[in-house]
């Protein structure tokens, strides 16, 4: 268990830690404990959804966020944001509105490997905030380097979607890691400029 670890090996460590908890898998008693013992740790949550669509969850998000909100004067509660799922159904914008309402005010990205899908999903967000007066939340982009061809088929594999022109650049790469640290570097700067243009708070999560 994350937590677990932080107790025991980075107790030391003197900074703020944030730690990810798939809400649905818990019961509202043990997500009560779970809150407890985080914030005793000085750590905050990252609250993510059910594993797989077919399963029966123990407590829903919109129960877990009304536990937390107990510490929300002295913690932040984060959410993950996916642009795939912007594309697919065009409403993450809409889930991360109302994640706000609960509470949230960062979110973290799975990992970028098409800046438009992204920028698409920033763009309806920040036109719905601008909209209703309000400040758009965090967004923290998960950018990583891509190994070998092998990993970036697992990427995909994981729902992740690979921009074409970025896809071929890395599978004919002669040194696919150094290509990838490059790419990573140029969404991150397309990403940059398109959060300052838009007055969106941004970070990354390498």
């Excluded at 959804?49 to 829903?60: A, E, F, L, N």
Aim: charge should be negative; proline fraction near 4%.
């Amino acid at each position: 268990d994350p937590l677990t670890f932080v107790k025991e090996h980075l107790n030391e460590l003197a900074v703020e830690k944030i730690i990810y908890r798939p809400a649905g898998i818990y019961s509202e008693a043990e997500l009560s404990e779970w809150f407890k013992n985080l914030h005793e740790q000085k750590a905050h949550p990252v609250l993510v959804g059910i594993p797989s669509p077919d399963y029966v969850p123990k407590s829903t998000l919109t129960q877990a966020y009304a536990l937390w909100s107990k510490y929300k004067e002295t913690s932040v509660v984060g959410a993950i944001s996916i642009p795939e799922r912007h594309i697919a159904l065009g409403d993450e914008y809409q889930r991360m509105l109302d994640k706000i309402n609960s509470g949230v005010s960062y979110f973290v990205t799975q990992c970028v490997f098409n800046e438009d899908y992204s920028m698409a999903m920033l763009e309806a967000l920040a036109a719905s905030c601008l909209k209703n007066n309000k400040q758009a939340p965090t967004i923290i982009f998960t950018l990583s380097t891509c190994g070998s061809t092998k990993i970036l088929g697992f990427l995909e594999w994981l729902g992740i979607h690979i921009k074409e022109e970025h896809k071929t650049r890395l599978l004919n790469s002669t040194s696919i890691v150094e290509d990838s640290i490059d790419l990573c570097v140029e969404v991150a700067d397309i990403l940059s400029n398109y959060c300052i243009e838009k007055n969106i708070p941004f970070g990354f999560n390498i």
